[in-house]
Every structure is written in C-alpha cells, then in structure tokens.
Antibody, heavy 118, light 110 residues
Framework: EVQLVESGGGLVQPGGSLRLSCVAS????????MNWVRQAPGKGLEWVSY????????YYADSMKGRFAISRDNAKNSLYLQVNSLRAGDTAIYFC???????????WGHGTMVTVSS | QSALTQPASVSGSPGQSITISCTGT?????????VSWYQQYPGKAPKLMIF???NRPSGISHRFSGSKSANTASLTISGLQAEDEADYYC??????????FGGGTKLTVL
C-alpha cells in the first residue's frame, strides 16, 4: 500500500524537544523531495520545512529556523523532524507530505499530534 | 512569509458553480506557476486537487479547475455537490524557496 505514516508526537513541556518520524511505503521514497506541514487545532495549514531527495537542499519557514531540523534516511524510507525549544504555539498536528514537484504535495500522512503544555 | 489571502467562507447550492480566490504577491503567486489547491475534510489529511495553477492529479473530477491572473489564483468548482463541502486551501512556491498557504476557505453546500 502506498502510504506515509508519522509517529513521535506527544505531550511535551515548554522548552522540550521531540523527534518526529515519517515512514514511507509503496513507492520509491529516495527519488522524492519531502516536506513537513503543520496544522494547529482549528487553524489552517502552515508549511514547516522541505528536504530534497538527496538531502542537498533544505529550507525552513522563518519562524522555525534554528529550532527545527529536517533530515531523511533513504535506506530506511524515513523522514525526520527534530523539534527543539518547543513553545505553546508549536502545538499542532504535524503532517509529512510527498512533493510531486513545484511544491505540490500529492501524498500526505495522517499526521502526528504535538502538544506543548506544562 | 505572509499567508495568502482567501475568503473565510463561500457557499452555493447543488449544481451551481463557485469560485474561491487566493491573493498573494509578485514574490509568490505572481512570480511562479506553482500554485496548488487542497481539499480537507474535518479530521482528515489534505488532498491535492490542483497543481501548477491548473492541472488536476489523476482521479480528480473535471468539475475542479484552477486559474491565475497576476497575483491572484482561483479555484472553480462547477456542478456543486454535497460531497464538495469541505475546507479548501491554496498554496504557492515563493521567491525564498518556501511555501506559503492561504488561510483556508470553508465551502458550504446549501
């Protein structure tokens, strides 16, 4: 089955860290650029980060630069997002999304929930 | 990276056509033909409906069409059906190699 499955979310205190994972199956993960997109409860979509197929190009939304780090392991068909110095405003569902080109996301995971609260 | 501007809500009756606008700047929508549109049902992941301004992925109904003029993109849904009731988001590639989304539009089928 062609799918993306995220994991690693949870409840974390302000200032804490998490490592989110996304495992791909059913397609050749290593040839696709990938992204993370988040959605706060009841709010709209917000792009987080992009990584090219070979990890040579990486971009972040301005509000996440310096706190978030995207990476991938093509041998494990996996995408990661290290999220540090978390604050309440980072509370959201984090989706991984496959990039078909032109930053159009043609496949999405079900998302993993990150809740930042004391 | 200011969000693209979409109307908060639109509505239409079954069989009618509706258009959702998405306004940006020359640094995003106006500068590239990389506008996408997504449909999202409550509690579900978004689904790509339009890419590269006006292209439909395989399996997407011809009732969905996209266009662009200057800094504004549009999604038109013709022959409105009850199942089209959902949230719709536009997005665009930007000059800083980022992606910016619109705030989302809630479509109500009357």
């Amino acid at each position: 089955e062609v799918q993306l499955v995220e994991s690693g979310g949870g409840l974390v205190q302000p200032g804490g860290s998490l490592r989110l994972s996304c495992v791909a199956s059913g397609f050749t993960f290593s040839v696709y650029n990938m992204n993370w997109v988040r959605q706060a409860p009841g709010k709209g979509l917000e792009w987080v980060s992009y990584i090219s197929a070979s990890s040579t190009s990486i971009y972040y939304a301005d509000s996440m630069k310096g706190r978030f780090a995207i990476s991938r392991d093509n041998a494990k068909n996996s995408l990661y997002l290290q999220v540090n110095s978390l604050r309440a405003g980072d509370t959201a569902i984090y989706f991984c999304a496959r990039d078909r080109g032109g930053r159009a996301f043609d496949m999405w995971g079900h998302g993993t929930m990150v809740t930042v609260s004391s | 990276q200011s969000a693209l501007t979409q109307p908060a809500s639109v509505s239409g009756s079954p069989g009618q056509s509706i258009t959702i606008s998405c306004t940006g700047t020359s640094s995003d929508i106006g500068g590239f033909n990389y506008v996408s549109w997504y449909q999202q049902y409550p509690g579900k992941a978004p689904k790509l409906m339009i890419f590269d301004v006006s292209n439909r992925p395989s399996g997407i109904s011809h009732r969905f069409s996209g266009s662009k003029s200057a800094n504004t993109a549009s999604l038109t849904i013709s022959g409105l059906q009850a199942e089209d009731e959902a949230d719709y988001y536009c997005s665009s590639y930007t000059s800083s190699s980022a992606v910016v989304f619109g705030g989302g539009t809630k479509l109500t089928v009357l």
